[in-house]
Every structure is written in structure tokens, then in C-alpha cells.
């Protein structure tokens, strides 16, 4: 028989939790390939300048390799961004860490909170918020449309959920 400190309370257990990250195709291993096949094909490139004595364009070509470094390296920096939500019957938690690890948290009672979306016919949602007694928050602004329906989904049953309170048994499962 469980004891009052052991035993797991109905309103402790989480209907919904998740973290949201942003999507990103190409690993870092796979990046160091793609960069060395761009410098070798600048490389290739350049060559024929340099041996016709048009050597500036040779710095061009290294110019292009590092700007593609840059903007990828900022791309893996923009994807440690992250949102966790976990949603009890009393409480909504919203974790948001920017890429640069500021980390942000709300929490929200489910039943004064609504998900307020703006869709767009042709594209879907455009833009997901949490509101709740003045205060909005925008969630999963770095998902595509068809992922924010998904998620907007799951957290609108979730918060419905909990609107109908912590279900109680008396054989105790």
C-alpha cells in the first residue's frame, strides 16, 4: 500500500508534455562534408584563374567557403533554441530557452487560459499564443504550418483535459 509521500497525486500526473525544437535536415558531420565538397568545388574553380593570373578571384571563392560556414554556424546556433510545455490539471508550464540559453518560464492555470491561433487559408497557422488575463504569449513560432496544427491539436485536448479536472478513484488506479 502506498504511503502519502510515495503515492502519485491525480493533478501531479502530466497530460501533455513536450519540447519543441526547430526542425534542422543536415547534422554537423554531414555539414563538414557538404563545406569540404564546396571547398574542394572552389578550389576546382579557382584554379584556371590562378593559372591565368587572375588570382583575386581565388580569395572570392574562399570568401564564398566562409561565408557559408558563418551562416551555418549561426543556423546550429539558432537550433539550441527550445520550448518545453507541460500541462497537469492545474497547471500549464511553458519553458522557452533561447539559442543562447536565456531560459523563460510561465505557468498558467488551464482554466483561464485559451490557445489563440491565426491561420491563413492557404498557407494554415501563421502564429499559435497562449492567452490568459492580459498576458500573451506566442509558442512554437519556429514550427511550419502543418506542425503547429499538430502540436496547437494535442495542446488544445490536452487543455480540455484539464479543464475537466484531476479524475479520482476509489480502488485507487
Same mark, same amino acid.
Given at each position: 500500500m502506498?504511503?502519502?509521500?510515495?503515492?502519485? /497525486?491525480?493533478s501531479d500526473v502530466a497530460l501533455f508534455a513536450t519540447r519543441l525544437q526547430p526542425h534542422r535536415s @543536415?547534422? #554537423?558531420?554531414?555539414?563538414?562534408?557538404? /563545406?569540404?565538397?564546396?571547398?574542394?568545388a572552389n578550389?576546382?574553380?579557382s584554379l584556371p584563374f590562378?593559372? @591565368?593570373? #587572375?588570382?583575386p578571384v581565388a580569395g572570392f571563392c574562399g570568401l564564398d567557403v566562409a561565408l557559408l560556414y558563418?551562416?551555418?554556424?549561426?543556423?546550429?546556433r539558432a537550433a539550441r533554441a527550445y520550448e518545453d510545455f507541460a500541462v497537469t490539471p492545474f497547471e500549464l508550464?511553458?519553458?522557452k530557452v533561447s539559442a543562447a540559453g536565456e531560459r523563460a518560464e510561465w505557468r498558467f492555470n488551464p482554466a483561464f487560459v485559451r490557445l489563440e491561433r491565426e491561420e491563413h487559408e492557404e498557407f494554415g497557422i501563421l502564429r499559435l499564443a497562449l492567452v490568459s488575463r492580459g498576458l500573451s504569449l506566442e509558442v512554437a513560432d519556429f514550427l511550419g504550418p502543418a506542425e503547429k496544427a499538430n502540436f496547437a491539436g494535442a495542446l488544445a485536448r490536452a487543455l480540455a483535459e484539464a479543464?475537466?479536472?484531476p479524475r479520482y478513484s476509489l480502488d485507487g488506479k
Open positions: 502506498p504511503t502519502a509521500e510515495s503515492a502519485i /497525486l491525480p @543536415l547534422r #554537423a558531420a554531414h555539414f563538414r562534408l557538404l /563545406l569540404m565538397a564546396f571547398l574542394g578550389i576546382i574553380t590562378i593559372f @591565368l593570373g #587572375a588570382w558563418v551562416a551555418f554556424k549561426a543556423n546550429f508550464f511553458v519553458v479543464r475537466r479536472g
